[in-house]
Each structure stands twice: as structure tokens, then as C-alpha cells.
């Protein structure tokens, strides 16, 4: 995961990743490393935090219609 983004606080980044789960945030970091230019060095773990929230709360609205 160090790979694709910058962290300040591993511990708490470290909780967050189990919390959530790895290999789903790898995916969004990924994203993440591939939206930022290259002379911006690695996205910070906020961006990828937002994604991830971002990505949940529109999840939730979209079945939220289609149960509809």
C-alpha cells in the first residue's frame, strides 16, 4: 500500500485497512495513484479515504432506488 499513497499516521491508517479491508482499499488507491500527476509524487491517504466514502455513500444511493 505504500506504494500507491502517502500516510502521516500508519496507526491510524493501519486500523482504517483492517477496518475496511485491504485489498478493497488497494483498489481505490490505485485509482487514486493513477488521477494524481506524476509530479505530485503519491496521493495523501486523505484522498483516498474521501474516495472510499465517496464511493460507499453513492452504493448506498443507488440501491437505495433500485429497491425501489
Known sequence: ???YVKFKNS???EKYLLEKGYFRMS???KYALS???TSKGLPE????I???EFD???RILFFKYIKV
Open 1 to 3: 500500500m505504500k506504494n
Open 11 to 13: 496507526t491510524r491508517m
Open 27 to 29: 483498489r481505490y488507491a
Open 35 to 37: 488521477y494524481t500527476p
Open 45 to 48: 491517504h486523505n484522498l483516498l
Open 50 to 52: 474521501s474516495l472510499y
Open 56 to 58: 460507499r455513500d453513492l
